[in-house]
C-alpha cells in the first residue's frame, strides 16, 4: 500500500486516481498519521451506498441500534411567567 502526505496527494491527485484505477491502494497522511484510503472499487456496484444500506451495515457490526418507532409529534411545554427570551433580554440590559 503507497502512503502519500495529503499535500502531496491534493498536488497530485490525477496520477494517484490513475494508480487507484489499476488496482493499488493509496493511503492518505495527514502529518505522517493516516487519515484516508483510496481504494478501487470492487464489484458491478460502483454506486456508493445509500443512507438505508451504511445504517443497515454498522447495525449489522453492532455500532448502533435501529429505532422501531417514529417520534412522537413534539409537544411544546407551555411555562407560566415572562417568555424566556423577554427575562434574556431584561437580564443584559
Do not use: C, W
Not at 24 to 31: Q, R
Not at 32 to 38: F, N, W
Not at 60 to 89: D, E, M, N, W, Y
Amino acid at each position: 500500500m503507497k502512503r502519500v502526505g495529503s499535500r502531496e496527494f491534493k498536488n497530485r491527485q490525477a496520477y494517484y486516481l490513475r494508480r487507484v484505477r489499476k488496482g493499488e491502494t493509496i493511503l492518505v497522511t495527514d502529518h505522517g498519521k493516516p487519515v484516508a484510503k483510496v481504494e478501487p472499487i470492487t464489484g458491478d456496484n460502483t454506486t456508493a451506498p445509500g443512507l438505508e444500506e451504511k445504517l443497515q451495515e454498522l447495525a449489522a457490526q453492532g455500532h448502533l441500534r435501529l429505532g422501531t418507532k417514529p417520534f412522537k409529534p413534539f409537544q411544546p411545554v407551555v411555562a407560566k411567567g415572562k417568555p424566556a427570551s423577554r427575562i434574556i433580554i431584561e437580564d443584559r440590559d
